[in-house]
Each structure stands twice: as structure tokens, then as C-alpha cells.
């Protein structure tokens, strides 16, 4: 048996991983044996982690071929560490960087389990968007960041925009994930604030006027901050549009729907209408996409004191979901 290749429980060849072809000699034998008869507890896997490709109708069968490669990471993991105890300087040096690399090989494993397991989640299965498929040069990108040791939103993002790509390949885009993967903490959570008090007109996310620029955000986990600071904090992001003229519209007799948190309604609108407001950029709304929102009183103040603007030009206004 050669170290690239390896028969699998029904005695066909099974090609060894790129990332354990590039480990010292012995440890690429002992994955050419455990990973097999890891891999081997199902068919179905064995073929979806030859495949090694995103977009595949049975998410199941990936999901186990993930769950297959992390044992055997982990297994070589034991190995390593064994091997450390009695090993002299180089070869402990060797040693670490070969649990480095299989560290990175571990955490980008999880990043693709959570992300299949919301794939499960939503429908089962994953329908490739008109044969489109993710372009290798975001997939290269997204494994070194995924590779990485990420804060846990740092992480959250990755696991959302992998699962969106999965679904339309192209939603997030490769400068979405730059700024995922080199997005200050400080200004991630400045601009989850913003999002958290945002509105959601006709699609658009919006922090619709009238507002006090210089209320309190509750929850704010920069501390004391105000819709006017987190904006200054913002100002170099390109993460959000500038204030002084940003505006959302709608034609005359267009039915919109708008919903914060729970509250959720339908509008019709008499004549043209223009909303003034915080609006994120073309980029901030790739990342607004993928973040889960966490609704407070000031985001429905905000919401409510919107609608109360609009009594007079509006001709229909319904709870979201009924009829008009």
C-alpha cells in the first residue's frame, strides 16, 4: 500500500487527503489506515469526501465524511502527542508544527460540521443555484480563515457565509469575506448594534428617521454608546452609507411589508414615498445578511415611531401575513 492510497473496506482505492499527504512519512501511513475505516462506516460518505465538493444534494453523506476526518485528526492528534513525550528537541519542534497544522485542519472541520448542520436544518439537502458552484479562489480564502483561531462571532460569520454560498453561490463574495476575516472586533460589534435597532422596509435594513442620535443603544456591548458615536466609529468601515443622504423609496400605491422583531405589518402607500435613515452599504448588507439580529425597546421605539409618522400617507395598513 502506498502512502497516497489506501483500499477501503470493499477493497477500492481511496486517495489520501491533501493535508495528510504533507505530514512526515509515518503519520501519512497511519492516516492511509484509520482514515479508510473511518471512512468506510458508510458508503455514502466515502463517496461524498472523495468528491470534496460543497454543493452535493445529500448533505447527510457530507456531514458524515466531515464527522469521518475529524476522528482521524483526532486520532493522529494521540499519535503526535505520544511521539512528543520521548522525542528530542528537533523532532518536538517537527512535533508542534504538525499539531499546529492539524489544529487548523480540526477547527476549519468544525466550521464546515456547523455549517451542514444548518444546510439539515433549513431543508435537507443543498440544490446547486442553476449549476453555479462556489469559485475555488473564495473556497482557498474561506479555508485559511476557517483554519484560524476566530472569536466566536468571527466564527458564527464564517459558518453563516459558507452556508450562504452553499445556497447561492456569489451572495456573500470575496470582499465580504476579507473584511469577515479582518474586521476589527470593536467595529463588528459597533455595527451589530446598528443592525440590532435597524427596521426591515420592502427588504431593505434601515434605522428609520425620526431617532435620538444620542439615546442610549441597550445592550450595546461596547458600553455607553449612541446611534451618533457607533456611526463616528463606523465613518472609515465602508460598512454603512452617509446619513446626510441615504434614503430608501416607493413608488405610489406600492404594498411594502416592514417588520422589526416581532412586529410585522403591511403597508400601502397613497403617493411616492422616501425614507430617510442609517442605511447600510452595498457590503454592509452582504455581512447583515448572515448576522442574526437581537431586537430591544430603543429598536422598537424606533420602529413604532416610524409608523406613527406615516399616518398620512399610508392607505392600508395590516399585521404582516393578512389580508389586505
Not at 473556497?139 to 445556497?167: H, Q, T
Not at 447561492?168 to 465580504?176: H, L, N
Not at 461596547?222 to 434614503?247: A, E, M, R, T, W
Not at 448572515?290 to 416610524?306: A, H, L, V
Request: net charge negative; with cysteine.
Amino acid at each position: 500500500m502506498s502512502d497516497d492510497h489506501a483500499p477501503d473496506s470493499e477493497g477500492r482505492d481511496l486517495i489520501v487527503p491533501d493535508w495528510a499527504k504533507k505530514l512526515p512519512s509515518p503519520w501519512r501511513r497511519w492516516v492511509s489506515v484509520a482514515l479508510p475505516l473511518a471512512l468506510a462506516l458508510s458508503a455514502k460518505a466515502s463517496k461524498a469526501y472523495a468528491k470534496q465538493k460543497l454543493l452535493l444534494a445529500d448533505v447527510e453523506a457530507f456531514k458524515e465524511g466531515q464527522i469521518a476526518e475529524s476522528k482521524a485528526l483526532s486520532g493522529l492528534r494521540v499519535k503526535l502527542l505520544e511521539r512528543y513525550i520521548d522525542a528530542d528537541l528537533s523532532e518536538r519542534l517537527r512535533i508542534e508544527k504538525d499539531l499546529q497544522f492539524l489544529d487548523e485542519k480540526r477547527r476549519k472541520s468544525q466550521v464546515y460540521l456547523r455549517a451542514y448542520e444548518l444546510l439539515d436544518e433549513d431543508s435537507g439537502t443543498v440544490e446547486p443555484d442553476s449549476g453555479a458552484e462556489i469559485k475555488s479562489e473564495w473556497r482557498d480564502r474561506f479555508d485559511e480563515l476557517a483554519g484560524k483561531n476566530n472569536e466566536p462571532w468571527r466564527e458564527e460569520l464564517l459558518v453563516k457565509a459558507l452556508v450562504s454560498e452553499a445556497k447561492s453561490p456569489g451572495s456573500i463574495g470575496p470582499r465580504a469575506l476579507w473584511v469577515i476575516g479582518t474586521l476589527e472586533e470593536e467595529l463588528f460589534h459597533a455595527f451589530a448594534s446598528i443592525l440590532d435597532i435597524s427596521t426591515t422596509i420592502g427588504g431593505d435594513r434601515i434605522i428609520p428617521k425620526p431617532f435620538d442620535m444620542n439615546k442610549p443603544i441597550p445592550n450595546c456591548e461596547l458600553g455607553n454608546q449612541s446611534i451618533g458615536s457607533l456611526l463616528f466609529l463606523l465613518s472609515d468601515s465602508n460598512l454603512v452609507s452617509d446619513i446626510s443622504n441615504s434614503s430608501i423609496s416607493f413608488d405610489r400605491e406600492a404594498t411594502v411589508a416592514a417588520a422589526y422583531g416581532s412586529s410585522a405589518v403591511q403597508l400601502k402607500f397613497k403617493q411616492e414615498h422616501r425614507d430617510l435613515g442609517v442605511i447600510p452599504t452595498q457590503l454592509g448588507s452582504r455581512l447583515a445578511s448572515i448576522y442574526e439580529t437581537t431586537p430591544n425597546s430603543f429598536g422598537q421605539e424606533i420602529f413604532d415611531n416610524w409608523l406613527a409618522t406615516l399616518r398620512d400617507t399610508i392607505v392600508d395598513k395590516q399585521p404582516f401575513g393578512r389580508a389586505s
